[in-house]
């Protein structure tokens, strides 16, 4: 048993912590709330020339073969630092089934331009009810004999104003139960028929409803095979899932440094707050939450990374994680008083990430009831 | 990182296990200390740890020239976590001496000592049975406050004085003795000493106190004009509050695997309960309800694995922990509270039926986990004790108390 990081995963989060805080400060963070495509091209194209868009693909799609505990490592830094932007939803969401599922042939055209920080994608998967669960998949990919036809509305894809391509998840025949019949199509953002719009959310982290009217999708841009797209889902739901985890893992940790620190520097009563026990022990039940969290977002992936068959170990943490990130930021904000209120403040900036993170692939009742199975109930 | 443990350990995981069907013979699970309440769950728990000793596990952690087998912190681990999993008793023997009075008479006892307490212990004899009296009225959570006294008389302390809470006295062979030697101190930490007391000897008045559940653990002590050799100080007079500072160490990393066991079987067993019992005409156990609650018992257990592996690791790497031993008991209480609740929640009105009846359900080991919990998260210092110190030394917090 380790829990130490090996030293290119030690090497790779100092870079991330150094390029991080420098690159993407607080301020840049409240910019690009606000900003309509909601990233800084320049940081991303950065981050690709230090390889991490790339991080997990084989060498030759332009990646450096790393693994999945890499790329948690890499998130928890992004967690900490809320970068905003695509990252997520083109390297978690559309390369991991990329690499898995792709042919050769879709995998050389697809990979190297996500390697190299030019291509940008986004899952289009939840529909109305904003549900990770296959029943709630009602758009369409009907064969014509020449294409595929796709009709209906996706919501809350992530950074699909700004794709170059996207992953929608289609129903392609009949069978409504355990995700019989779905498809994965892989679909140019600027396609005809496609139309975008932006969600306004709370943290402005670039949400959009999609409708497709009879949007051509040839036979040879699918993902995985016609009728197996829940698997595809499934696949790219458990990584997925743990590196969302990774990032409200290293979100939580910052909220924690920064109101700790706070509880140091506020003097009432003649005494800094942190001395006063009320404020202690939330500050100890905050330091026990985060610190719980972060082993069992390391204990997933390390299974997942293994091979391992990880369902329960992943659902702990999701639901965990959805619990404690919510859960920090209120105790952290009551301890900050009223400045933990404004806009001016950093923690208000992991605060209005909470519901997105969230409700990002499954809630925690979703979780819970995943977690249930695995305690044989 | 790497989460999976040796295969030493699980080959001996396996043993355990083996040894606690075959031994136990479906013998009821303990949760924390009940043998010592009544004559024949004593006599078997004392069977246990004769037949634990024999095996080599009993003492595993201590170096073998003192009858243990230098076993990993791992192993223990793997050890703790089985044999509490099973609730086979006797494996920690009244806690004290495989605890910390052999681990503490190792590092700041004499040859004498060593040479005439140790080896009883480690043979899992009735003479290695210890109690630890430490708290009395006026000090608990503040213990450096102690009054009873001893004082020097030629080759003699005369004790004077009460303790209070001392669980296993009743059965003890020795007491582990913490006393004011030095009442003229400017800081109460200072002038305290640790004693050996022989339980045997004139002046010693036990008052059992049995807790609500009807069960013996505790008791008071009561010393007047209690002899005891000066020969039985251990280590250096007036410097007992930092042997004691040292002692604690030892049992730091078995508190989560411990309750995890205990935890882990108990939620078992509810969810075995769930399966086969009907309600409202459907298995409780497809009740969303309770499905949902049981996953969050089955969260918070998966932490506190994680917790335990955590401590165990940090000092197979040669690390002392502070903090993180009082994070994994206030953890622990906070854990045990809810899966005591939770579990008297599923098996309904039978929560109040007693364990002994023939109606109880899950063979009263719902029951017996809600009535413990409270007395556990007091005992070896509240959650708020636990909380003062991880605020102190972990989030470098002020003095709250």
Not at chain 1, 181 to 208: H, N, W, Y
Not at chain 2, 270 to 291: E, H
């Amino acid at each position: 048993m380790d829990f130490d990081f090996n030293e290119q995963q030690n090497m790779l989060k100092t870079m991330a912590r150094d390029f991080l805080s420098k690159e993407c400060t607080k301020a840049r963070v409240h910019e690009l709330d606000k900003d309509e495509k909601g990233y800084d091209p320049d940081m991303l194209a950065k981050m690709a020339e230090l390889g991490w868009t790339g991080l997990i693909f084989p060498e030759q799609y332009g990646g450096t073969g790393a693994d999945l505990l890499d790329l948690v490592v890499l998130m928890e830094e992004m967690g900490r630092n809320i970068l905003p932007g695509p990252f997520f939803s083109t390297v978690a969401l559309c390369a991991i089934p990329i690499i898995k599922y792709a042919t050769p042939t879709q995998k050389a055209k697809y990979l190297p331009p996500i390697a190299n920080g030019q291509a940008i994608w986004s899952l289009a998967l939840t529909e109305r009810s904003g549900r990770f669960e296959p029943s709630e998949i009602h758009c369409s990919a009907n064969y014509d004999g020449k294409n595929y036809l796709i009709n209906g509305e996706k919501w809350f894809s992530q950074y699909a104003h700004v794709a170059d391509y996207l992953l929608v998840v289609c129903r392609t025949g009949e069978a409504k139960r355990n995700g019989d019949d779905l498809t994965v199509f892989i679909v140019k953002a600027k396609s005809r028929g496609i139309k975008m719009e932006l969600i306004p959310t709370i943290a402005g982290d670039g949400q959009c409803r999609l409708r497709f009217t009879n949007v051509k999708v040839s036979k040879r841009d699918i993902l995985g095979k016609v009728g197996k797209g829940w698997k595809v889902v499934d696949y790219l739901m458990q990584r997925a899932i743990v590196l969302k985890c990774a990032e409200v893992s290293g979100a939580c940790q910052a909220v924690m440094d920064m109101t700790q620190a706070y509880a140091k520097d506020r003097v009432q009563f003649d005494k800094p707050i942190g001395a006063f026990m009320a404020i202690q022990h939330k500050l100890v039940d905050m330091l026990t939450d985060v610190e719980g969290l972060q082993y069992l977002v390391y204990y997933a992936a390390w299974l997942l990374s293994t091979g391992a068959k990880a369902d329960m170990p992943v659902s702990v943490a999701k639901a965990r994680a959805n619990e404690v990130y919510q859960r920090v930021c209120i105790d952290g904000i009551k301890i900050h008083g009223a400045i933990g209120f404004t806009m001016d403040h950093d923690i208000g900036c992991y605060f209005r990430r909470v519901k997105a993170a969230e409700f990002m692939l499954g809630d925690t009742d979703l979780h819970l009831e995943k977690v249930a199975l695995g305690i044989g109930l | 990182m790497d989460f999976k443990f040796a295969e030493k350990e699980e080959k001996l995981r396996d043993e355990v296990r083996k040894f606690a069907i075959s031994e136990m013979r479906g013998k009821q699970v303990v949760s924390g200390m009940e043998e010592e309440s009544r004559d024949e769950d004593w006599e078997f728990s004392m069977q246990m740890s004769k037949k634990l000793a024999q095996k080599g596990w009993l003492t595993m952690a201590w170096p073998r020239e003192y009858g243990g087998r230098d076993a990993s912190f791992f192993e223990q681990h793997v050890y703790i976590n089985e044999a509490s999993y099973w609730g086979i008793p006797g494996s920690t023997m009244g806690v004290s001496g495989i605890g910390w009075v052999g681990p503490s008479l190792m590092i700041f006892g004499n040859e004498e000592q060593r040479k005439k307490y140790i080896p009883p212990i480690a043979a899992g004899d009735p003479d290695g049975v210890w109690c630890t009296a430490y708290s009395e009225p006026n000090a608990g959570s503040d213990f450096a406050n102690i009054q009873t006294r001893a004082i020097k008389n030629g080759d003699e302390y005369i004790l004077n004085g009460q303790k209070i809470w001392t669980s296993c006295a009743h059965r003890a062979r020795w007491c582990w003795l913490a006393v004011r030697t030095d009442p003229a101190v400017t800081k109460k930490q200072h002038g305290i000493s640790l004693i050996i007391l022989d339980m045997k000897s004139p002046g010693i008045t036990i008052n059992p106190i049995v807790n609500y559940a009807g069960i013996h653990i505790f008791n008071e002590l009561f010393f007047d004009n209690v002899r005891v050799p000066v020969a039985n100080l251990v280590g250096t007079e007036n410097r007992g509050w930092y042997h004691l500072m040292q002692s604690l160490a030892f049992e730091r990393h078995s508190i989560a695997p411990q309750f995890y066991g205990m935890a882990q079987r108990s939620l078992e067993f509810i969810v075995d309960y769930c399966k086969v019992t009907q309600y409202n005409g459907k298995q409780l156990a497809a009740d969303p309800l309770v499905r949902h609650k049981l996953a969050e018992r089955a969260i918070e257990l998966d932490m506190l694995k994680m917790f335990g592996y955590e401590i165990t690791w940090k000092m197979s790497k040669g690390v002392i922990p502070i903090y993180e031993a009082a994070r994994n008991k206030a953890y622990c209480d906070y854990v045990m509270q809810r899966l005591a609740t939770t579990g008297t929640d599923v098996i309904g009105a039978y929560a109040q039926v007693d364990i002994r009846s023939k109606w109880s359900k899950i063979k009263g080991n719902i029951t017996r986990l809600y009535m413990m919990f409270p007395g556990l998260s007091v005992a070896a210092g509240t959650d708020e004790v636990q909380k003062n110190i991880v605020g102190q030394f972990k989030l470098g917090l002020p003095r709250s108390y």
